[in-house]
């Protein structure tokens, strides 16, 4: 399906490099997000024309969470009496967001409940901020074919690698949760090692170099494993994000009765770092974590 008209809500360091690529994809965007400066700072720069809320062919939704989305589709918070009244006929809702499966199942039901003539999307991405900028996601749609049909489109703008996961929403955010999974514990893991090789007295550049050319490699040991070993810096990725996603994964977990020790272990470590001050820092940092309860500077010193 041709689509021209799209409007994305969430104008954060992901949905902005997205909605970025759509307009440059030759879309009129429309962009919605609850700081109004934000949506006006993107359409002074974009090339194409503004569309109107009433005749877009689809939604795109970035934010942080389930309660935001609900908001967003439901109530005053960008438009009167929320987006959801407000698209026209036929239009796709394409949730793009990390949230729980049970999350992303119950959303779309209640707007089938309210606008059965709308198509809903669960797609949830991965591929961080780096590919929100590129193109490149990795995308994990679930919905009904004819759905994921019209919304081909936009994936194919947004993303490189584009996986229908199920036919019904939830699946997409449950494929997320697998994800995030190791994601999380892939970080967590890393973290461990190189901390490990400083406090065997190991120069942490050469441990870094050595593992990440070894079988032991992984893609988050060679993204972050640079910025673990360099003192804090740019955030791409915030310590909260993995306190979030990998709770997400523990109750998707729970709810499935599903045995994951790893992703707890995971998840207490992540949190015992936001709870110590350190939320804010790149999720690279769970490193400083592990140097304190090993004795060590966690600026990366030999002894605290």
Excluded at 65 to 91: E, T
Excluded at 137 to 146: D, K, N, Q, R, T
Aim: proline letters at 4%; hydrophobic letters at 50%; aromatic letters at 4%.
């Amino acid at each position: 399906m041709l689509m021209k008209r799209v409007a994305v809500a969430g104008l954060g360091a992901m949905g902005w490099p997205m909605a970025e690529n759509l307009d440059q994809a030759g879309l009129e965007v429309l962009a919605l997000d609850a700081l109004s400066e934000r949506a006006d700072a993107f359409h002074r720069q974009a090339s194409g024309h503004k569309a109107a809320i009433d005749s877009v062919e689809a939604l795109v939704i970035m934010v942080v969470n389930a309660a935001q989305i609900r908001a967003l589709l439901f109530s005053d918070v960008l438009v009167a009496g929320g987006l959801v009244s407000q698209l026209p006929a036929d239009a796709c809702i394409v949730q793009m967001s990390t949230v729980a499966p049970a999350d992303a199942a119950a959303l779309a039901a209640e707007v089938a409940a309210v606008r059965p003539d709308l198509h809903y999307v669960d797609a949830p991405v991965s591929g961080g901020v780096v590919g929100a900028k590129a193109g490149t996601l990795s995308i994990m749609a679930a919905g009904e074919a004819p759905s994921l049909a019209r919304c081909h489109v936009l994936f194919d703008i947004l993303g490189q690698a584009i996986f229908e996961v199920g036919d019904r929403p939830g699946q997409g955010a449950a494929m997320k949760a697998v994800n995030q999974l190791l994601c999380g514990v892939h970080i967590a893991a890393a973290a461990e090692a190189l901390a490990l090789a400083e406090k065997s007295g190991i120069d942490r550049q050469v441990a870094l170099e050595l593992v990440q050319g070894s079988a032991a490699s992984s893609w988050m040991l060679r993204d972050r494993g640079p910025r673990m070993v360099a003192p804090p810096g740019e955030v791409t990725s915030a310590i909260d994000i993995f306190c979030k996603d990998l709770g997400i994964v523990c109750d998707a977990a729970g709810s499935s009765r599903a045995y994951t020790p790893l992703a707890h272990s995971a998840h207490q470590l992540f949190v015992a770092t936001a709870e110590g001050g350190e939320g804010r820092l790149d999720d690279s940092q769970l490193i400083r974590t592990y140097r304190r309860l090993n004795g060590c500077d966690p600026e990366g010193g030999t002894q605290a």
